[in-house]
T-cell receptor, first 113, second 112 residues
Framework: DGGITQSPKYLFRKEGQNVTLSCEQNLNHDAMYWYRQDPGQGLRLIYYSQIVNDFQKGDIAEGYSVSREKKESFPLTVTSAQKNPTAFYLC????????????FGSGTRLTVV | AQSVAQPEDQVKVAEGNPLTVKCTYSVSGNPYLFWYVQYPNRGLQFLLKYITGDNLVKGSYGFEAEFNKSQTSFHLKKPSALVSDSALYFCAAPGGGNKLTFGTGTQLKVEL
């Protein structure tokens, strides 16, 4: 079955450490996205990529980094520069173009301890 | 580019009663509109979308949405709510740059 997989589901990080969240899709989608969701809040866009080897900052990119070396993969690194990283992180993918919706992964809950 | 607004943070309804979750949009051109649902600690799931055609769009789990051009609304509806419908609901529309823009979300609580 085609889909989008985020791993791990739960992640604990010590303050000052970088951590990488995985996102893999086998839907052959060109575009991929990372969102952050805080408790009871909506979605805030961190980074997005419309094509391999290219990505753009979203609304809250500070303290985060991404890469898009393969079409299937769009890992997100939460760096020590992110002051409040505890949140639920969602990855999504889509066919490029207006009118296509997103397919979401099941999310990674990151907790700083 | 389009934007969407969800005016209610929370909606409560009794099981068996009809439910409505509101969404309004601002648009330049023809609107594309979506509804997603999120259960606790899960990703968003697609419910339905409006591209063109019939104003009443039917989707998953018995949900439907009515596109109203004069009121610039795309409200999500279900004739008879279930406790299991309790979740966070998001409407969305293309917001420029081939990206979706999401509403702030509405928490639906269906009570026995």
């Amino acid at each position: 079955d085609g889909g989008i997989t985020q791993s791990p589901k739960y992640l604990f990080r010590k303050e000052g450490q970088n951590v990488t969240l995985s996102c893999e899709q086998n839907l052959n989608h060109d575009a991929m996205y990372w969102y952050r969701q805080d408790p009871g809040q909506g979605l805030r866009l961190i980074y997005y990529s419309q094509i391999v080897n290219d990505f753009q900052k979203g609304d809250i990119a500070e303290g985060y980094s991404v890469s898009r070396e393969k079409k299937e993969s769009f890992p997100l690194t939460v760096t020590s520069a992110q002051k409040n990283p505890t949140a639920f992180y969602l990855c999504a993918s889509s066919i490029s173009g207006v009118g296509y919706g997103y397919t979401f992964g099941s999310g990674t809950r990151l907790t700083v301890v | 580019a389009q934007s969407v607004a969800q005016p209610e943070d929370q909606v409560k309804v009794a099981e068996g009663n009809p439910l409505t979750v509101k969404c309004t949009y601002s648009v330049s051109g023809n609107p594309y509109l979506f509804w997603y649902v999120q259960y606790p600690n899960r990703g968003l799931q697609f419910l339905l979308k409006y591209i063109t055609g019939d104003n009443l769009v039917k989707g998953s789990y018995g949900f439907e949405a009515e596109f109203n051009k004069s009121q610039t609304s795309f409200h999500l509806k279900k004739p008879s709510a279930l406790v299991s419908d309790s979740a966070l609901y998001f409407c969305a529309a293309p917001g420029g740059g081939n990206k979706l823009t999401f509403g702030t979300g509405t928490q639906l609580k269906v009570e026995l």
